[in-house]
């Protein structure tokens, strides 16, 4: 399997901050995805985005495909963006998602 | 709309019991997978399935069963030989590893 890692394993930010969140893997990947866990625990996804480039109103997210790592970007944070981000990824032959072990974003007031 | 069910949203086991939470989706995905995460922690990879009548084992199959007879539905039975069952169970779905997993909205089992 991928070894996939995060940081940071956690955030704090002031409401209209902005914030970086990372995401190292260890093997080149078929598939890359961002998701957002709520505080009822529901896992949202994010992006799909094994490479390149997307946005997502005021989430964005860039795959560095070839240097093994990808960036989820949140601009303008809201109270409501606090929760867990995780991203996971497959890779080669392996039909398992190795899930990275997640960034706890608390935005406040 | 297309999406990912699972049932009881909150489950309660006796010592001694087996009990089975319930995975449908109508996404028409091949693949199927039953996550445990534990509070503070990220998800542990627990049973998979790519196609009907086949499943393999994750990362945490001790004391747990599957099966998956119909192609939408992919239920998780927590044995008695699962001594530490408490946590929040998530299942999944997709066509293939290379296409976007999709998720449920979990159940949580406790012990009596």
């Known amino acids: 399997g991928i070894q996939v890692e995060q940081s940071p394993p956690d955030l704090i930010l002031q409401e209209g901050a902005n914030s970086t969140l990372r995401c190292n893997f260890s093997?080149?990947?078929?598939?890359l995805q961002w998701f957002h866990q709520n505080p009822w625990g529901q896992l949202i996804n994010l992006f799909y985005?094994?490479?390149g480039t997307k946005q997502n109103g005021r989430l964005s997210a860039t795959t560095v495909a070839t240097e093994r790592y990808s960036l989820l970007y949140i601009s303008s944070s809201q109270t409501t963006d606090s929760g867990v981000y995780f991203c996971?990824?497959?890779?080669?032959?392996?039909?398992?998602?190795?899930f990275g072990s997640g960034t706890k974003l608390n935005v406040k007031p | 709309d297309g999406g990912i069910t699972q049932s009881p949203k909150y489950l309660f086991r006796k010592e001694g019991q087996n009990v089975t939470l319930s995975c449908e989706q109508n996404?028409?995905?091949?693949?199927m997978y039953w996550y445990r995460q534990d509070p503070g922690q990220g998800l542990r990879l627990i049973y998979y399935?790519?196609?009907?009548?086949?499943?393999q084992k994750g990362d945490i199959a001790e004391g747990y069963s599957v099966s998956r007879e119909k192609k939408e539905s992919f239920p998780l039975t927590v044995t008695s030989a699962q001594k530490n069952p408490t946590a929040f169970y998530l299942c999944?779905?997709?066509?293939?590893?290379?296409?976007?997993?999709?998720f449920g909205d979990g159940t949580r089992l406790s012990i009596l």
């Open positions: 999944a779905s997709t066509f293939t590893s290379a296409q976007p997993q999709h």
């Open positions: 093997d080149s990947v078929n598939n």
């Open positions: 985005i094994p490479s």
């Open positions: 996971a990824a497959t890779s080669g032959n392996f039909n398992k998602f190795y």
């Open positions: 996404l028409n995905h091949d693949a």
């Open positions: 399935s790519q196609i009907v009548n086949d499943f």
